[in-house]
């Protein structure tokens, strides 16, 4: 199944030319035309990139549904060998992606580097997630006879099918084309279309580019990747609503994500939607840690506040203390820190309009104050930070304090007392993070928060800041809506896999057409639970 349309030709595989990749081929869109912008100077740049068609969305799709049995069931090692071959030209197309990403973004180069960095780190940290077989999930049950008499019972995990990814605008690469939703939905035997951000247009070609000679040169099949490019609604939602896009992947706002979840929901077979869209990420600081250091943590507050202009998912937007002098040092060292942090230029014009309309809607509430606001950048998309401050008992009282302002502006809550501090934290949203500063004279209190912060986190942190998420094995990128759609799992390390499975059975199977992972002899060497029991041994049949 080739696409109709006529691929791009004699270009550099390096540089963005304004194509799509459809079925790992790079192919001239044919709708309207969509340019990223420099958020400096906002000229548009070139290239020039042409929506994708509702032909060439089919295309994509149906590209994916027919590399999906051939791709799911392609070994582990075979997988693991295509993501580390995205990873390797990724680290070898670096230079190329940096100075692009920066063009597009006004990132810093040195946090591209370490993002390109990341980005192929998770890639490995995946294939060696394959190689390892947990993620399989195998578990067997054998059957016996006599008075406790059972059927045999068999189960492993497989690939749900084909997945939509939405880029994100605040990680032109690790939250988007190659970012982990896309690493985690190929580990899992998933093929992917996405949707490229139209913030980093350019970026995004360079690394679908790289996924697409990475799929040809480990012999993926055609349609495993595909990226599509569109402006606005329409392209999302058709992809969303195509019945052979099986789930989604999303890291953006809530109004997208929850536009994106109400499409999946209105499919005649719905499908689940793993969006990452709001949180405020409150930081708890307890009176002790308020009185050993108050002057410290607040310019260390501002120091993460500040971090990528305040477009990190994890800046925090949201800070409880009680009144008291520590609270005052802490206040007025923050207020200093922002006075006179030089601000930043944002990812894109309207993501800093936004982002001044959202900071001004907050300010304009009831009880609400100014503490300081910082210097104002030059530039196209510019964004100065803010602290604002407010009594508890009116936040209590304010739902629309929580509103997320995605930038750099955070509210102080001053509450009376701790049990003010609890009632704050128990009117709290769901939240990706929780952050909670304290020394050993507040545990008690730490204690009797620690369970509220579990029911409205999917990450806490003691004594640190909430800006830097590792990729590993442990962590939890998520939380309770609106944080997410779905709380039970991750976007940020190994476990985001599960995400893309689902559990079979397989009850009295003749041995001979058991899959591989759940024979008697356990030829790939895989954990499996043995009537319940973690072992990697084969079954014995004695």
């Known amino acids: 199944m080739k696409p109709k349309e006529t691929p791009v030709t004699d270009c550099p595989q390096t540089s963005p030319t304004g194509a799509m990749i459809i079925g790992n081929e790079p192919v001239l869109g044919s709708g309207e035309e969509v340019r990223s912008t420099d958020p400096r100077t906002g000229a548009a740049l070139d290239p020039a990139y042409r929506a994708a068609s509702v032909e060439q969305i089919d295309q994509a799709c149906a590209l994916a549904a027919h590399a999906f049995p051939e791709f799911r069931a392609i070994t582990s090692e075979r997988r693991a060998r295509f993501l580390e071959r995205i990873a390797d030209l990724l680290d070898e197309r670096q230079d190329i992606l940096v100075d692009r990403a920066h063009i597009e973004t006004a990132l810093p180069r040195p946090r591209l580097t370490g993002e390109v960095g990341r980005t192929s780190g998770q890639l490995r940290l995946f294939a060696a997630e394959l190689r390892a077989g947990t993620w399989q999930g195998a578990r067997i049950d054998p059957g016996r006879s006599g008075s406790s008499a059972r059927p045999d019972i068999r189960q492993r995990r497989i690939a749900l099918g084909p997945v939509a990814v939405f880029g994100a605008s605040n990680f032109p690469l690790a939250f988007s084309t190659a970012g982990g939703d896309t690493a985690s939905a190929l580990a899992a035997g998933c093929p992917v279309v996405v949707k490229a951000h139209q913030a980093h247009l350019g970026t995004a070609e ?12 480990t012999g993926m099949p055609e349609g495993t990747f595909s990226q599509l490019v569109g402006s606005g609604t329409e392209i999302g939602t058709r992809l ?22 109400a499409a999946a929901a209105a499919r005649p077979v719905p499908i689940p939607v793993y969006a990452e869209m709001s949180s405020i990420n409150p930081v708890l600081l307890l009176p002790a840690a308020l009185a050993a250091r108050g002057a410290a943590l607040g310019a260390a507050f501002v120091e993460s506040l500040t971090l990528g202009a305040g477009q990190f998912c994890t800046n925090p937007g949201l800070v409880l203390a009680v009144e008291g002098p520590g609270l005052d040092a802490f206040t007025a060292a ?10 930043a230029v944002m990812l894109t014009g309207d993501i800093a309009n936004n982002y001044d309309a959202a900071g001004a809607a907050l300010a304009a509430r009831d009880g609400v104050d100014e503490l300081a ?31 997320e302002v995605f930038g750099a502006t955070s509210l102080l809550v001053r509450c009376a007392d701790t049990d003010e501090l609890t009632a704050a934290v128990r009117v709290l949203e769901g939240q990706l993070t929780a952050t ?9 209190l730490a204690a009797a928060l620690l ?3 579990e029911e409205r986190a999917g990450r806490i942190l003691f004594d640190s800041w909430p800006t830097g998420v590792q990729v590993g094995h442990a962590m939890v990128h998520g939380g309770p809506f609106p944080a997410t759609t779905d709380s039970r799992t991750t976007s940020v390390g190994t476990l985001a896999i599960e995400r893309f499975l689902r559990p079979v059975a397989y009850q009295a199977v003749p041995a001979a057409l058991l899959p591989a992972e759940v024979c008697d002899d356990n030829p790939l060497g895989v954990w499996r639970r043995l009537d319940g029991e973690p072992s990697r041994d084969a079954l014995s049949t004695s």
């Not at 360079?206 to 799929?215: C, E, K």
């Not at 923050?334 to 601000?343: H, K, L």
């Not at 196209?380 to 508890?392: F, H, I, K, M």
């Open 206 to 217: 360079v690394v679908a580019r790289a996924i697409a000679d990475a799929a040809a040169d």
């Open 240 to 261: 969303v609503s195509d019945p052979r896009i099986r789930a989604v992947g999303f890291t953006g706002s809530r109004r997208g994500g929850l536009a994106i979840a």
């Open 334 to 343: 923050a207020a200093d820190a922002v006075t006179a942090n030089a601000g």
């Open 373 to 403: 606001h910082g210097l104002r950048p030059d530039g196209a998309a510019p964004g100065c930070a803010r602290l604002l401050t407010v009594e508890g008992s009116r936040f209590l009282g304010d739902p629309e304090l929580q509103a």
């Open 436 to 444: 909670v500063h304290a020394d050993h004279a507040d545990h008690p």
């Open 451 to 453: 369970p509220l912060l």
